[in-house]
């Protein structure tokens, strides 16, 4: 079972160790944000994907592939 995007994104930080603080940080993005984006509330945009991605060291398409395009509204 795939997980998805958002907690694919609080996996990942947890393994780096990252608080979210540190990656609101690394990633110039917001805490408010990041923490919306890992409860699920909010869909981070395609760049932010991209910069989170590189930032936790995943392939882009590990975290597209958590996204449920139809159920998240965006169809």
């Not at 408010?32 to 760049?47: H, R």
């Not at 930032?55 to 169809?75: F, Q, R, T, Y």
């Amino acid at each position: 079972m795939k997980l998805k995007l958002h907690e694919q994104l609080k996996i990942l930080r947890l393994e780096k160790s990252l608080s979210i603080e540190d990656l609101s940080k690394k990633t110039q993005v917001g805490i408010e944000k990041l923490t919306a984006y890992e409860k699920g509330d909010q869909i981070p945009s395609t760049q932010t994907i991209l910069l989170l991605s590189t930032i936790l060291e995943v392939p882009v398409s590990n975290l597209m592939d958590g996204l449920n395009i139809k159920a998240s509204g965006l169809s």
